[in-house]
């Protein structure tokens, strides 16, 4: 059964750095998404992507987040600055058909 | 705004016991309605789902049934195993806003043999 995969697993960094998630999403699926999770706590959407560009996005995305689709197979999520407070396990999500959202592993970060 | 609520627990529950973990929710318009779990150290696997009112999902031995009039999406399974023990995250998308899942704080369960 076709499946999103992540890497890295995990990736620790520090403070100020820039990381870059990378996400493989389903073949035929054409919406992105990312969330994140800290620590004990729920899962927030971050960002989607439709179409080469982002549909929504939340409060949490801010200028230091981007998303990229350089090729027709990956979906990246940038950080370019990051704070301790980015440490959370991210996934990201696809879709066909703008309803039932598929995940993938996730990637642990954490910011030292 | 749009809102899942769902017993946080920690649930503990003994092997072969019956499990329910309550989700109610808030939403405009008809959602549809999931059920996610988290096993340790791994991510977000959907277990079941529910499209429009009266619904049931079912996977694994789990069920959850779309009740429209209590706006609830109860998770149960008859008789639970120790590979059962997990986080259940209910879940809810709408039509007006398709871009996001909205997730409830999440449910942990421990099943103990």
């Known amino acids: 059964e076709p499946e999103v995969t992540q890497t890295p697993s995990h990736q620790v960094t520090q403070m100020g750095q820039e990381v870059i998630l990378r996400c493989v999403p389903i073949?035929?699926?054409?919406?992105f998404y990312w969330y994140r999770q800290i620590l004990g706590q729920k899962v927030e959407f971050l960002v989607s992507f439709y179409n080469n560009e982002i549909s929504e996005k939340s409060e949490i995305f801010d200028d230091q987040f981007s998303v990229e689709r350089p090729d027709g197979s990956n979906f990246t999520l940038k950080i370019r600055s990051t704070k301790l407070e980015d440490s959370a396990m991210y996934f990201c999500a696809s879709t066909q058909l703008q309803e039932t959202q598929y995940f993938g592993p996730g990637t642990r970060l954490l910011v030292l | 705004g749009n809102s899942v609520t769902q017993m946080e627990g920690p649930v503990t529950l003994s092997e072969e016991a019956f499990l329910t973990i309550n989700c109610t929710y808030t939403a405009t318009g008809y959602p549809s309605l999931f059920w996610y779990v988290q096993y340790p150290g791994e991510g977000l696997q959907l277990l079941l789902k529910?499209?429009?009112?009266?619904d049931k999902g079912s996977n694994k031995g789990f069920e959850a049934t779309y009740r429209k009039e209590t706006t609830s999406f109860h998770l149960e399974k008859g008789s639970v195993q120790v590979s059962d023990s997990a986080v259940y995250f209910c879940a809810l998308i709408t039509k007006t806003s398709y871009d996001k899942v909205i997730f409830g704080p999440g449910t942990s369960l421990s099943v103990i043999p």
């Open positions: 073949s035929n699926h054409l919406y």
């Open positions: 529910a499209t429009k009112a009266d």
